[in-house]
């Protein structure tokens, strides 16, 4: 489709409204509507139909959302709840074994690929608790042969005993939120954690041999300097974690810190993380560490989020399971699962349908950051990407966002912060006349 001249400024509000990633389809946030488990089921059966006979639907992973905290974090925009006491735990774990019964008889003959635990704070769950999810998922649905299991943790929570149950039930990655070892960053953005905690979290999961580790830090947070952040990721560096991903503080706008303030410098304050994230590639480059990702770096191969690399790479689904898990079924539908007044007594599902072309299109979004061989994406979707998407291309060309070359689209723009918002503004495109439109009507 071709953007008038008046229409990019739309587009540019959209990168800012849906600025969470593309794996979490942000951008189709204002478009969900309450539907029916009827609907869902009649999805999720063309979906199915189509299983292994189109490539796009040859993959399934499984997500598991605990959105439980005991942190009030102002810089968090993951979908998650305040904990009040210890039954909501309990009560959660029933709701969770019982969304994985209702959703048993739909995916009982698809193998999934991977199951990912994620928050929120899943290591807040006990491990009795966490052990009857494992022992409920194995029970009800089928997994393909050293599933990669990845399980996300908070260091204040996750003892010893938890770890231990993880080893049991085939872990292979944690995934530890440490975001700031700074005491000063910390009580800024209301985190409940000490260096020392983390220190003893780290040591425990080495004591346990889980085969990979990953820490997480965060650029740009409230109170911040570039010499704290990189204090923090000297710090890190020296415990050797298998990866660290460096995660640029993004959704400012929406965040409680934005709300709490009213006023902020985004210019000094985008300068100030740009400055971070660059110092950080260099100094995790001479350690050793190789960049795998947009945010993501290894000391070695394995160990990859594997959930994020096959939706990326292969255009692969997920079953989300939990309150605030998205589920995208390639094709059909992306849905999550919502809290009710009464909270999970009148939860329900909302989502939107979708077609073959949003699949396409965020696909190509994120893989021409890299390089898209024409080839692979004929192979995957069966039809020729110019065909599909020419004039679009063909506008980022123009715009120097992107080149073709040699059987391969890239994008050419400069590696900045000011650089990837205008391409990930002018790639919304790809999307289609259809879907921006219901999306202007939405924001109105």
Known sequence: ????????????????????????????????????????????????????????????????????????????????????????????????????????????????????????????????????????????????????????????????????????????????????????????TGRIQDIKTVYKCIENIRKAEIPYLNVDLIAGLPAQSIKSFLSDLKKVVELRPEMIHIIPFSDVCSSLYYQQIRTFDMFGFIKRRHCMIREAKEILKKSGYRRYNIDAFQLKRGGESYQELSFFERAASVLGLGIGAKSNLAGEVVFENSAGRDGLEDSYFAGCFIDKRYTMATFVTYNLLGGLRDELFCNLFKEDIYKVFGEELLFLENAKLVAHKGGVIKYIGPWTMEGLFEYFSYAKMLYGKSILLKLREAYK
Not at 29 to 41: A, G, H, N
Not at 109 to 119: C, E, K, L
Not at 154 to 177: A, Q
Request: aromatic fraction near 14%.
């Open 1 to 188: 489709m071709m953007v008038r001249k008046e229409d990019f400024n739309f587009l540019r509000f959209l990168t800012v409204a849906s600025s969470n990633s593309l794996y979490d389809h942000g951008l189709l946030d204002p478009l969900f509507r309450k539907t029916s488990f009827r609907s869902l089921e009649q999805a999720v059966n063309r979906f199915i139909d189509k299983f292994g006979n189109v490539d796009y639907c040859n993959e399934v992973n499984l997500y598991i959302h605990i959105p439980y905290c005991t942190d009030k974090c102002n810089f968090c925009y993951c979908s998650h709840c305040n904990l009040s006491n210890i039954h909501e735990l309990y009560n959660y774990e029933r709701y969770i074994i019982e969304q994985i019964r209702k959703f048993h008889s739909l995916f009982s003959n698809i193998p999934f690929s991977s199951i990912y635990i994620g928050g929120g704070t899943p290591s807040l769950l006990g491990a009795r608790s966490i052990g009857a999810i494992f022992e409920s998922l194995f029970k009800n649905f089928t997994f393909k042969k050293n599933v990669p299991i990845n399980f996300e943790a908070h260091p204040s929570s996750f003892s010893l005993d938890k770890i231990r149950v993880l080893k049991r039930y085939g872990v292979k990655r944690v995934s530890l939120g440490v975001q700031s070892l700074d005491d000063k960053v910390l009580k800024e």
